[in-house]
């Protein structure tokens, strides 16, 4: 009798601990779920009204790691982690941009090893952009599950576009990243490719114009993929009046990086220059003011480089859109007409 109670006992025991094993696996599924559902329908929409950039990168570098573990008991919030991913690669950015303006004032002073540090440092921060980038992009495959290129994915809701269109420029951004940082990251060279038809399946009237800046960068940077009768150029400058119209610049970034990639400076200068006067004359779109500064912050870190480049120092502040070597008209009265 008392060894039927010890097992009894035992069976209790080990059902118990399963009970409360798969409790806390329920748990974790639930809140995993909740957050996951939280984040796409609040917390997104949320960061993206922001204009704070910093916060926003800040934001994806802190939550990426939380949010995406729930992957392990309950479906992974792929579609959050395309916009935490692309969020968290800006802060990579920015500390690119920066060691790339230490690297050229070491340059412009002869120190020889600070500018070789701080290009070291540009290339790690560049590679670590790449590596956040890519994430995004392969999370937005992985929650259309389609072939990204070869057809379009389940683009019904504008929250779906908006997952497609930042996991697709992140693709785009990966690429470019890779190069920056001198490293082979594991990035494919077709990515661009894939990108440029995948901007095909978003509509410019939704997106700023977005979509065929993307498809046009593209044609600039891959030999033979610009379709018979286009002109890439005159589609960028559309894309960036477009953008320009509603308050959303980002098509702008497209241009200035196909114009520097060509060496077409007068034409990066214009670029800049119409985007600090959009900025006065044109009130950001609420709904993508995060996008809108991330498209300012890409903008004026080429001014930075080119004021860096002739000055040692970077753009003024309130001198976006003004250059170092600009001809100061200097107005002179005519004595004649006082006598």
């Not at 909740?34 to 939550?63: F, K, L, N, Q, R």
């Not at 120190?111 to 540090?117: K, M």
Request: proline fraction near 3%; aromatic fraction near 6%; glycine fraction near 8%.
């Amino acid at each position: 009798m008392k060894n039927n109670n010890n097992k009894l006992v035992k069976l209790v025991s080990v059902i118990t601990m399963a009970l409360l094993g798969s409790g806390c696996n329920l748990i974790y599924k639930i809140t995993g779920d909740t957050m996951a559902g939280y984040s796409a329908d609040h917390a997104v929409p949320y960061i993206m009204s922001m204009s704070d950039a910093d916060m926003g990168c800040a934001s994806g570098e802190a939550m990426s790691p939380l949010l995406m573990s729930f992957g392990r008991v309950t479906t992974p919030a792929h579609n959050v982690g395309v916009l935490l991913y692309a969020s968290a690669a800006s802060c990579a950015e920015q500390k690119g941009w920066n060691e790339e303006l230490r690297y050229l004032r070491a340059l412009k002073t002869g120190n020889a090893p600070e500018a070789e540090d701080a290009r070291e440092a540009q290339k790690r921060y560049f590679a670590l952009a790449a590596q956040r980038q890519y994430k995004a992009y392969k999370h937005m495959e992985a929650y259309f599950d389609v072939k990204v290129g070869e057809e379009c994915g389940d683009l019904d809701d504008r929250e779906d576009q908006l997952v497609w269109l930042v996991g697709s420029l992140s693709g785009l951004q990966s690429l470019n990243s890779q190069l920056s940082s001198l490293s082979d990251q594991g990035i494919p060279t077709n990515i661009a490719s894939k990108v440029g038809r995948a901007a095909e399946c978003l509509s410019d009237d939704d997106w700023w114009g977005v979509p065929s800046a993307m498809r046009a960068v593209v044609w600039t940077m891959v030999p033979g993929t610009m379709p018979k009768g286009q002109n890439a150029w005159a589609r960028l400058s559309q894309s960036s009046k477009q953008g320009e119209n509603v308050g959303v610049r980002l098509a702008h970034v497209f241009e200035a990086l196909a114009a520097s990639n060509a060496n077409k400076k007068d034409l990066v200068k214009n670029v800049i220059r119409s985007h600090a006067d959009s900025i006065k004359s044109m009130p950001v779109r609420k709904e993508a003011a995060m996008l809108d500064r991330i498209a300012t912050l890409n903008i004026q870190a080429i001014s930075d480089r080119m004021w860096t480049e002739h000055t040692g120092h970077r753009t003024p502040a309130g001198r976006l859109g003004k250059f170092p070597d600009d001809v100061v008209q200097v107005e002179t009265l005519d004595l004649d007409d006082l006598l």
